[in-house]
């Protein structure tokens, strides 16, 4: 892939390229590179007359009867500077670091019914006062996605595909199962998936193994002991502006940490959503999880309420308010346990900066957001936290123990005013901009002498083709 110290004038060359396409060309409205990137469709390219962006001539290669392939990617630069990281406890790096990442794909399609797709990541960290963060910043070169797609059935009202080997995994709101776009790494599963559409439903279904992080090349390989399996309902025809899901997720892991201890863990997760967009918008949801935690058995539960308004004034404005409680245990000395498990949890839960996780914690928070143009948007809120329970501690995205209860009590964990700039200066270019302050509260000062205040700053440049 690219070396490390090649980021910069690859940036400053598809930053310059892209700019002068903006110019010469008028996009597309079928055009776009949506995530996870396997849902990109090309074939409109078919049509001579669309083709006008200098990538086209590789996303649509017609090379048979039927049979095609498609080349894309992404370069990512990230520049991230925390002040007092991890609660003042890891070790400072005063001049920030800089990340790197490198994804490439091919889709080839042999007919109608068989499908390959190949992705490649590399991705690299500078600058970090005592090396990478492992599984989240370093992963030379690896194969990130790599599966082979059947249609099994390719009726006009029914489509039934199997989807067997390496792939992401991302669905809903991605309170439970989305993409790891945050962190430097992104995540995959080894596994096999089957998708069928009518209509009026969409069935998700799958079973396999999260890919571990290993920062050699071609080295990652599925967790042994980590299994998760799930199924996925979403009627759309009835009530296209309101569509209902429903869902079941399963998940197998030995030696799993939580305040309460240590032990195997066998959860099923049990939940809905039902959510709206437009002027109005709402996202409500709920889930309940139950299973096995070693000798005892698991209770635990979360409830998501959102709502946002758009008003009509100068820049845009859309006023939301989001309001989320997930349990936590509440009797050590009980074999229950109650903590809430996010599984893989989008990084959004608390900012960009993923300080804390959604397990025992209640999130209010109100934002603001203008859109001074379509291209552009700028949004401000502040996040305010409690734990859900005193007998319980803080936890990360993806489930870490980060800050155990200690015996401390009080259930107020702090606040976090956030700042985020969006742009997107051409369909292929976009720019994005971070800051977060934290206030930590006495809980976590008390516990383990975190520091009363952290920060972060961000910005970042995206290309994709």
């Not at 110019?23 to 990109?40: C, F, G, I, V």
């Not at 925390?82 to 790096?93: I, N």
């Not at 209860?405 to 976090?416: I, Q, T």
Request: some cysteine.
């Amino acid at each position: 892939m690219f070396s490390r110290c090649t980021g910069f004038p690859i940036a400053s060359a598809l930053l310059a390229a892209s700019l002068a396409a903006a110019q010469s060309a008028t996009p597309s409205p079928q055009r776009s590179y949506p995530l996870p990137t396997y849902d990109e469709n090309w074939q409109f390219l078919s049509d001579p007359g669309h083709r006008t962006d200098r990538w086209d001539v590789v996303k649509y290669m017609l090379f048979g009867d039927g049979m095609f392939a498609s080349f894309g990617g992404e370069a990512r630069e990230t520049y991230e500077r925390f002040g007092s990281q991890d609660f003042g406890l890891s070790v400072p790096s005063p001049n920030g670091c800089l990340l790197q990442r490198y994804l490439l794909h091919a889709d080839i399609h042999l007919g109608s019914r068989l499908r390959l797709w190949t992705e490649l990541n590399s991705s690299f960290e500078n600058g970090r006062v005592g090396g990478p963060q492992p599984v989240v910043d370093v992963d030379t070169l690896d194969l990130h996605q790599g599966f082979v797609e059947l249609g099994l059935i390719q009726r006009t009202r029914l489509k039934v595909s199997l989807r067997i080997g390496r792939q992401d995994i991302a669905v809903g709101s991605g309170r439970l199962y989305a993409l790891r776009e945050g962190p430097n790494v992104p995540m995959s599963f080894d596994g096999v998936r089957v998708i069928a559409q009518t209509k009026s439903w969409l069935f998700d279904t799958w079973g396999a193994r999260p890919v571990t992080t290993t920062p050699g090349i071609f080295d990652d390989s599925s967790h042994h002991e980590f299994s998760v399996w799930g199924a996925y309902v979403t009627r759309t025809g009835y009530r296209k502006t309101s569509p209902l899901t429903v869902y079941y997720f399963g998940w197998d892991q030995r030696n799993v940490s939580f305040d309460k201890g240590v032990a195997d863990e066998l959860r099923h997760t049990v939940g809905a959503r039902l959510y709206r967009d437009g002027t109005w918008s709402y996202d409500f949801e709920g889930m309940y999880q139950f299973g096995s935690f070693g000798a005892g058995n698991i209770r635990a539960w979360r409830g998501v309420a959102e709502a946002s308004r758009g008003l009509v004034g100068r820049w845009n404005p859309r006023v939301k308010i989001d309001f989320d409680v997930a349990s936590g245990d509440r009797n050590r000395s009980s074999p229950t346990l109650g903590t809430f498990n996010s599984l893989f949890q989008s990084g959004d839960y608390s900012g960009r900066a993923q300080l804390l996780g959604a397990s025992n914690s209640i999130r209010l928070e109100p934002t603001l957001t203008l859109a001074p143009k379509r291209s552009l948007s700028v949004s401000t809120g502040w996040g305010f936290y409690w734990r859900e329970s005193e007998q319980d501690g803080l936890y990360g995205i993806p489930g870490n123990l980060i800050v155990p209860s200690n015996g401390v009590p009080g259930l107020y964990e702090g606040s976090r005013p956030i700042a985020e700039i969006r742009w997107t200066l051409t369909p292929h270019l976009s720019i994005n901009f971070d800051y977060i302050f934290v206030f930590n509260g006495r809980f976590e000062e008390q516990s383990i002498h975190a520091t009363s205040s952290e920060s972060y700053i961000s910005p970042r440049i995206t290309y994709r083709f």
